[in-house]
T-cell receptor
Framework: GAGVSQSPRYKVAKRGQDVALRCDPI?????LFWYQQALGQGPEFLTYFQNEAQLDKSGLPSDRFFAERPEGSVSTLKIQRTQQEDSAVYLC?????????????FGSGTQLSVL | AQKVTQAQTEISVVEKEDVTLDCVYETRDTTYYLFWYKQPPSGELVFLIR??????QNEISGRYSWNFQKSTSSFNFTITASQVVDSAVYFCALSGGTYSGGGADGLTFGKGTHLIIQP
């Protein structure tokens, strides 16, 4: 597709379950970002890839959060043993390259609800 | 650390009124970029504008205009003759790389301003 695609659009999990959120960036985009957006708040940075290399994971809130991008295209954000505070919209974004702050293209997000 | 402040949580105006959304930022980077994004109910963040720290010219695009003032660390956004379709949450964001996550392209967002345009 032409834009950033995320799936599933909605995910309901029971507390303690593991979840996996998928992001398909725009073809050819080198950089990929994950953001977490709590209700009524702005997106907050989680982690960043350049191709398959995870260059920054300083925003991941705990070791229950894990992200990968093994072939430098599709990325998966995994949350283990989900907690209620993990409920949020998870946004994926991609950009052409890390030079000169090119604009980020965002997907529509995955809304995670942990019961 | 970088910080973006959008003091207006919610603004409600009647259609055709002009409205200004405020944005104040803090950064220690000497080179940085400022952005505005629109988030409609569908959830996707839509890029509106990018400005680099060396370009203080105001910009106009149709009914939208942006006022960048480095002296006051502000990057305000004005919608002229607002329309119902402008209703959304608007985010101001800052990138620079040194003090934010995600390298040069990583963004620090404000909390957003929910704009409601009433018919």
């Amino acid at each position: 597709g032409a834009g950033v695609s995320q799936s599933p659009r909605y995910k309901v999990a029971k507390r303690g379950q593991d979840v996996a959120l998928r992001c398909d960036p725009i073809s050819g985009h080198v950089s990929l970002f994950w953001y977490q957006q709590a209700l009524g708040q702005g997106p907050e940075f989680l982690t960043y890839f350049q191709n398959e290399a995870q260059l920054d994971k300083s925003g991941l809130p705990s070791d229950r959060f894990f992200a990968e991008r093994p072939e430098g295209s599709v990325s998966t954000l995994k949350i283990q043993r989900t907690q209620q505070e993990d409920s949020a919209v998870y946004l994926c974004a991609s950009s052409l390259a890390s030079q000169g702050a090119r604009k980020l293209f965002f997907g529509s997000g995955t809304q995670l609800s942990v019961l | 650390a970088q910080k973006v402040t959008q003091a207006q949580t919610e603004i409600s105006v009647v259609e055709k009124e002009d409205v200004t959304l405020d944005c104040v930022y803090e950064t220690r980077d000497t080179t940085y970029y400022l952005f505005w994004y629109k988030q409609p109910p569908s959830g996707e963040l839509v890029f509106l504008i990018r400005r680099n720290s060396f370009d203080e010219q105001n910009e106009i695009s149709g009914r939208y205009s942006w006022n960048f003032q480095k002296s006051t660390s502000s990057f305000n956004f004005t919608i002229t003759a607002s329309q119902v379709v402008d209703s959304a949450v608007y985010f101001c964001a800052l990138s620079g790389g040194t003090y934010s996550g995600g390298g040069a392209d990583g963004l620090t967002f404000g909390k957003g301003t929910h704009l409601i345009i009433q018919p």
